[in-house]
């Protein structure tokens, strides 16, 4: 932001020079649009003849009704979940996702099933709404020429090959930014570029083994386990997200793009948070505490006569209010658990003493007793108990969108919500190729020939019924 005063004197030498018969140069930002289509990455551009505020060349693609990111265009080279996750989350937002998977065969997880609806997976569905599949064969002359003159046009291109991959088919960061300096080129692999991993593939899994993540995670005398879900995927998504979007605002201010590495070993490591603080800073190894939570007592998990209820006291007048709820005020006067310190060092016998009492009710009994206090507690749901929750609905975060070849489906939205701007899920997840024709023709002008010799060639595909 510049000094106002600054801008005002600025305007009036601008003027000045003009009304001298100088030249005056003067800086916006807009994009060309073609057919609906915006048909370049928003940039500076210059007007020859001075102020003018009618000047109609300025308008913006940029809609508040299309989200804070309309107008921005993403080159996504992803497929599985996390790089997927990652442009889908800017899709939510406004901007415009460009999907590039395999002639015939697609992003993997179009295969992982079943659950499948009608050919498709129900995993695919998951993170990739609001996006355009083409279809190309990166390892064609004809085929990289085709992501250049994309990569041309975009703000952002995300890719999740395996580092150096790209850089060998002529489409690296070093590689695009020759020919767009604008772009924001966002790289997520397993274990990032440098180290004795590098070239290995990285997936959810095995990260989550490798950073420590299956270590801390499962019953305390029990086996490690992994998430229920690619945890480490959607972090890493997410971390992504965020660095793409710091990396667009700074570009406002230098005209440049730059390359963000992003992996899911760091992503996981990162992810440890006070266990790896407590190793760093303490020496303090890891451990698995089921529901429970090594730092606090109590914290977990409590089976109930028809099923488990969840509480956790996290300070001294918490535990008080359970205590008066369960019927045991002696408790927090006694010298074994008087503070959290001492509930830790004594965390076996004031577990067994809570269990003991809330196995004689039910859930919902313990559910309403809790709702008179300012204790954190729930229910432990299962995903059928998760999206009849009274509050889940209410929230509306699950939509219905309409898919080109099944009709009606259903996602997960945004959970994220702006007073004024729009995060939303617009469109179903993509058939292979649907929109190949649409943006060759419309962004790239390819004619109408051209589009069927490459396709002919193999060198890209659309849906079977063009």
Same mark, same amino acid.
Request: charged fraction near 20%; aromatic fraction near 8%; charge should be neutral.
């Given at each position: 932001?510049?000094?106002?005063?600054?801008?005002?004197?600025?305007?009036?030498?601008?003027?000045?020079?003009?009304?001298?018969?100088?030249?005056?140069?003067?800086?916006?930002?807009?994009?060309?649009?073609? !057919?609906? $289509?915006?048909?370049?990455?928003?940039?500076? /551009?210059?007007?020859?003849?001075?102020?003018?505020?009618?000047?109609?060349?300025?308008?913006?693609?940029?809609?508040?009704?299309?989200?804070?990111?309309?107008?921005?265009?993403?080159? !996504?080279?992803?497929?599985?979940?996390?790089?997927?996750?990652?442009?889908?989350?800017?899709?939510?937002?406004?901007?415009?996702?460009?999907?590039?998977?395999?002639?015939?065969?697609?992003?993997?997880?179009?295969?992982?099933?079943?659950?499948?609806?009608?050919?498709?997976?129900?995993? /695919?569905?998951?993170?990739?709404?609001?996006?355009?599949?083409?279809?190309? =064969?990166?390892?064609?002359?004809?085929?990289?020429?085709?992501?250049?003159?994309?990569?041309?046009?975009? =703000?952002?291109?995300?890719?999740?090959?395996?580092?150096?991959?790209?850089?060998?088919?002529?489409?690296?960061?070093?590689?695009?930014?020759?020919?767009?300096?604008?772009? $924001?080129?966002?790289?997520?692999?397993?274990?990032?570029?440098?180290?004795?991993?590098? !070239?290995?593939?990285?997936?959810?899994?095995?990260?989550?083994?490798?950073?420590?993540?299956?270590?801390?995670?499962?019953?305390?005398?029990?086996?490690?386990?992994?998430?229920?879900?690619?945890?480490?995927?959607?972090?890493?998504?997410?971390?992504? #997200?965020?660095?793409?979007?710091?990396?667009?605002?700074?570009?406002?201010?230098?005209?440049?793009?730059?390359?963000?590495?992003?992996?899911?070993?760091?992503?996981?490591?990162?992810?440890?948070?006070?266990?790896?603080?407590?190793?760093?800073?303490?020496?303090?190894?890891?451990?698995?505490?089921?529901?429970?939570?090594?730092?606090?007592?109590?914290?977990?998990?409590?089976?109930?006569?028809?099923?488990?209820?969840?509480?956790?006291?996290?300070?001294?007048? #918490?535990?008080?209010?359970?205590?008066?709820?369960?019927?045991?005020? =002696?408790?927090?006067?006694?010298?074994?658990?008087?503070?959290?310190?001492?509930?830790?060092?004594?965390?076996?016998?004031?577990?067994?003493?809570?269990?003991?009492? /809330?196995?004689?009710?039910?859930?919902?009994?313990?559910?309403?007793?809790?709702?008179?206090?300012?204790?954190?507690?729930?229910?432990?749901?299962?995903?059928?108990?998760?999206?009849?929750?009274?509050?889940?609905?209410?929230?509306?975060?699950?939509?219905?969108?309409?898919?080109?070849?099944?009709?009606?489906?259903?996602?997960?939205?945004?959970?994220?919500?702006?007073?004024?701007?729009?995060?939303?899920?617009?469109?179903?997840?993509?058939?292979?190729?649907?929109?190949?024709?649409?943006?060759?023709?419309?962004?790239? #002008?390819?004619?109408?020939?051209?589009?069927?010799?490459?396709?002919?060639?193999?060198?890209?595909?659309?849906?079977?019924?063009?």
């Amino acid at each position: 932001a510049m000094d106002p005063s600054v801008c005002m004197k600025a305007r009036i030498f601008s003027r000045a020079y003009q009304l001298c018969g100088a030249p005056v140069v003067r800086l916006a930002i807009r994009r060309r649009v073609h !057919d609906g $289509i915006a048909q370049g990455p928003a940039r500076y /551009f210059t007007t020859e003849h001075g102020l003018n505020n009618n000047d109609t060349s300025l308008k913006k693609t940029h809609k508040a009704e299309g989200g804070p990111l309309s107008g921005i265009r993403i080159l !996504d080279l992803t497929r599985v979940l996390a790089a997927p996750l990652c442009s889908m989350v800017l899709g939510d937002l406004g901007a415009e996702v460009i999907k590039i998977e395999r002639p015939g065969v697609g992003d993997d997880t179009r295969r992982w099933g079943p659950p499948f609806i009608g050919t498709e997976s129900a995993y /695919f569905w998951t993170v990739n709404r609001n996006k355009k599949s083409v279809c190309v =064969d990166l390892k064609s002359k004809e085929g990289v020429t085709v992501i250049t003159e994309l990569a041309q046009k975009s =703000d952002i291109m995300i890719e999740n090959y395996r580092p150096g991959k790209l850089s060998e088919l002529g489409l690296g960061y070093e590689q695009m930014k020759e020919v767009n300096p604008r772009l $924001i080129y966002c790289s997520i692999t397993g274990y990032g570029s440098v180290g004795p991993y590098k !070239d290995r593939a990285g997936i959810d899994v095995i990260v989550e083994a490798m950073g420590g993540f299956m270590h801390i995670t499962g019953p305390e005398d029990g086996e490690p386990v992994k998430a229920g879900v690619a945890l480490t995927d959607v972090i890493t998504g997410l971390y992504s #997200h965020g660095a793409i979007l710091a990396a667009l605002y700074e570009r406002q201010f230098t005209n440049k793009g730059q390359k963000i590495e992003a992996d899911l070993l760091s992503s996981q490591v990162a992810s440890l948070q006070n266990v790896a603080s407590n190793y760093l800073n303490a020496g303090q190894e890891g451990n698995r505490w089921g529901t429970a939570h090594e730092s606090i007592v109590p914290y977990q998990a409590f089976q109930t006569s028809d099923g488990y209820v969840v509480v956790g006291a996290l300070n001294d007048i #918490h535990f008080k209010s359970l205590c008066n709820i369960l019927e045991v005020n =002696d408790l927090p006067t006694n010298d074994l658990y008087k503070t959290n310190k001492d509930r830790v060092k004594n965390r076996t016998s004031l577990i067994d003493i809570i269990n003991k009492i /809330f196995s004689k009710q039910s859930t919902n009994y313990w559910l309403e007793a809790l709702a008179s206090t300012s204790l954190p507690y729930g229910p432990l749901n299962n995903v059928t108990q998760v999206f009849n929750d009274p509050h889940v609905i209410q929230s509306s975060i699950v939509k219905t969108l309409h898919h080109p070849s099944y009709g009606p489906m259903k996602v997960v939205g945004p959970p994220v919500k702006y007073s004024r701007s729009v995060n939303e899920a617009r469109s179903a997840p993509p058939l292979l190729g649907e929109h190949t024709r649409d943006v060759l023709r419309n962004l790239l #002008h390819y004619s109408t020939e051209r589009i069927d010799m490459l396709h002919s060639m193999g060198v890209i595909g659309t849906v079977s019924h063009e």
